[in-house]
């Protein structure tokens, strides 16, 4: 078996477009892809549990005052929004995807540095590598 050329330390200092190994991007891939399944397995779980409940809502309501059916109509809107707010993520991670297929995902906005695997697997929407998004917070 052939050595591999010794890339790492050649360019570890990154000049103005750093290029990605193909390993890396399918690294990227796979970690976007996992948390997409997370992420939909999470939201079909929320969907059958606002579907359950509110099956109880309705089966439990008679008798219900104003307040009560008030109480539950907050109860579901909640539920709703946090369903809603699932699904934001799958998208935000499904747009990571084709900006990946695209070549323009996984790079810091601001220094053009990409950012690190293990970080993009943690936040699928991270546009700035850690460093940068720190200074930032900070001003
Ligand atoms: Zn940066």
Redesign the pocket.
């Known amino acids: 078996m052939a050595k591999p050329a010794d890339t790492r330390t050649a360019g570890r200092k990154a000049v103005a477009k750093a290029t990605r190994s193909t390993a890396e991007t399918e690294k990227i891939r796979a970690a976007l892809a996992a948390r997409r399944d997370e992420l939909r397995a999470e939201y079909d779980q929320t969907l059958s549990e606002i579907t359950e409940l509110q099956r109880e809502r309705l089966t439990d309501s008679a008798g219900d005052d104003q307040a009560d059916t008030g109480t539950k109509t907050l109860e579901r809107e909640q539920e709703i929004s946090l369903a809603n707010s699932i699904l934001e993520r799958i998208t935000q991670v499904e747009r990571a995807l084709e900006r990946l297929d695209e070549g323009g995902y996984g790079w810091?906005e601001?220094?053009g540095?990409p950012i690190p695997v293990e970080r993009l697997a943690a936040f699928p929407s991270a546009t700035?590598?850690v460093?940068?998004k720190q200074l930032e917070e900070r001003r």
């Open positions: 810091c601001r220094c540095n700035q590598c460093t940068c």
